[in-house]
C-alpha cells in the first residue's frame, strides 16, 4: 500500500512538473494525471491468475528471441476492466464531450448485453474489423472504441507484465527492439545510468528493458549516417528519434537530470506537440506491434494494423 501511495504521489509531483512547463495542455494534464493514476489504482486490484510458464518454454523463448507470451493470451480481469471504463467518465474533460459521449455508449450496451469479455477479446486481438464492428454498434468513432477499449484493459496487462517479467534473467542480455514479455515495440524511451543506457517502455504491458543505443526499432537498422535525433528549443531532456531508413520515430527522454522518476505512460501522453512536429517532418510513430514478432499483422499489403498505431 505504501508503495502504491509512493507512486500516486509522484505522479502528482511529476504532473504539476509538466503542468507549469506546458501549461498550453490545459485541463488535459489533470486528464491524463487521473488516467494514469486510475491504471496504477486498478492493477493493484486486479484478480486475475497469469499463465504458468514452465521453465524450459522460458528458456527456450529467450534463446530463440522470442517473447515469453503473445498479446492476444493475456488474461483479463473483465469486472476490472468495465469498473476502470466507468471511472475514466468521471474525469473526461467537459470540452471532450464527444469522448464523454462514447464512454457512455460503450459502457451502456456492455453492461447491458453482458459483452464485457467479448469486446476485450477484441482489444487483445487487436484487429481492425473487430473494433471497428463495436464502432458501428455504438455508432461512435473506432478511435475512441480503440482508445477506451485499451485504456480499460491496461491494469490487467500492466499486471500481466509485472508478473512475467520476473521470470525473465535480468543477466541475460537481451537488446531487441520488442519487449521480452510480449514482443511489442515501446511506446517511449529513456536513458539512465552514467552510462546512457537506453530502455524501452512497452506500449503494451509497461515492462520496461534495455535496447541498444544506436537502433531503428521498427527496422533494426543501426547505420549511424540514416539514424539521428531533434530536440524543441535547446531542450536535451526530451528529443524525437529518428529513421531515414523506414521513416519512423520514437520519443526519448533523458532521465538523468530528473529529480523524480518519470512515469513514463504520463510523459507519453503528455509529449504530443513532440509527435506533432515529428509527423509534420515526414516521420511515422512506432507501432505498438513490432513486425519481426507479429509479421502476420503486416502481411495486407505491408501496411501496420491501423489498431495498433499510436496515436
Request: hydrophobic share 35%.
Amino acid at each position: 500500500m505504501e508503495n502504491l501511495r509512493e507512486k500516486l504521489t509522484n505522479i502528482e509531483r511529476q504532473a504539476m512538473r509538466i503542468g507549469e512547463m506546458r501549461p498550453a495542455y490545459g485541463t488535459m494534464i489533470a486528464f491524463y494525471e487521473n488516467l494514469i493514476s486510475a491504471q496504477i489504482e486498478f492493477q493493484a486490484k486486479v484478480s486475475i491468475k497469469t499463465p504458468v510458464l514452465p521453465e524450459d518454454h522460458v528458456q527456450t523463448r529467450i534463446k530463440e528471441g522470442f517473447p515469453l507470451l503473445n498479446r492476444w493470451d493475456f488474461p483479463i480481469d473483465t469486472e476490472n476492466s468495465t469498473e476502470m471504463m466507468r471511472k475514466i467518465g468521471r474525469f473526461i474533460p467537459d470540452e471532450n464531450e464527444d469522448l464523454r459521449d462514447s464512454q457512455k455508449a460503450l459502457l451502456r450496451i456492455l453492461e447491458t448485453n453482458g459483452e464485457e469479455e467479448d469486446f476485450c477479446k477484441s482489444i487483445l486481438e487487436g484487429k481492425d474489423e473487430g473494433l471497428k464492428k463495436w464502432a458501428t454498434r455504438v455508432a461512435r468513432p473506432v478511435e475512441h472504441i480503440r482508445f477506451l477499449g485499451l485504456t480499460s484493459v491496461r491494469p490487467s496487462l500492466l499486471f500481466v507484465g509485472e508478473e512475467l517479467s520476473v521470470l525473465f534473467p535480468h543477466d541475460v542480455p537481451w537488446r531487441k527492439p520488442y519487449c521480452p514479455v510480449c514482443g511489442s515495440l515501446p511506446a517511449i524511451l529513456c536513458i539512465k545510468e552514467k552510462e546512457g543506457k537506453r530502455f524501452g517502455s512497452c506500449s503494451w504491458c509497461g515492462n520496461l528493458w534495455q535496447t541498444n543505443r544506436i537502433q531503428c526499432l521498427y527496422c533494426q537498422n543501426q547505420l549511424q549516417e540514416s539514424l539521428g535525433y531533434f530536440t524543441i528549443e535547446n531542450d536535451e531532456v526530451y528529443r524525437v528519434e529518428y529513421c531515414d531508413a523506414c521513416k519512423h520515430y520514437v520519443k526519448t527522454i533523458d532521465c538523468r537530470s530528473l529529480e523524480d522518476e518519470p512515469t513514463l505512460s504520463l510523459e507519453d501522453l503528455t509529449t504530443l506537440h513532440l509527435d506533432m512536429i515529428a509527423r509534420k517532418k515526414g516521420y511515422k510513430p512506432l507501432p505498438s506491434l513490432s513486425p519481426a514478432v507479429y509479421s502476420e499483422f503486416f502481411e495486407d499489403a505491408g501496411k501496420v494494423p491501423e489498431s495498433d498505431v499510436n496515436d
